[in-house]
């Protein structure tokens, strides 16, 4: 069964397509052709990435043993300021693309989330951000700068909405590739 997936991965620059064919994935950037026999591949790793104009793009990284690697994420590129998300696409592609890995390579890691490094150093600097932010708000309280103290709760509260899902949803762990982490796929539109 012949599967395929296609984005934009830049509001500059043409498509990339790819083709899942049974044990291979052809991967079709417009100036080159690459064949990738999934045997060879090493990890995967699914990760959600905030985008940009309040887009959350969802993304599978894939590590070869040779060291290449080559990405899709859930968010086509129309233009400079036009982006559409692919949900239905990318979930079923996602998935059938996971399921040919893991029978061409039962030893692939298919892992959830940020590197353990990547994520901690993402978590520390946040909870230092925001214990300095609680400070500074604290302060202005305490000097009677109520302005201050609540536009310091504004840039907070903002900050939690955007960061706390990617802390929450890129925590590391390894996943079972015929149930990918639901949390890691776009939902439906």
Known sequence: MTQTYEHSPRPVGGPISFTLKGSRLVVDSGRKVR???LGAVETVRMT???GRFAQKVYRTRIRMKDGKTFTFSS?????????????EEYRAFAH???????????????????SQLVWLATAALTAISFLAMAYLIWRALQMNATG????GGLFALVGIWQIEPMIRLNRPRPFNPEAPP????????
């Open 148 to 151: 201050i103290a609540l536009l």
């Open 96 to 114: 059938a693309l996971f399921a040919a890995i893991a029978r061409a390579n039962p030893n692939a890691r298919f892992l959830a989330g940020k």
């Open 35 to 37: 064949e990738v026999q």
């Open 75 to 87: 968010l086509t590129w129309r233009s400079l300021v036009e982006a559409k998300a692919q949900p």
């Open 48 to 50: 959600y990435e905030p």
């Open 182 to 189: 639901d949390e890691l796929l776009p939902r439906a539109a």
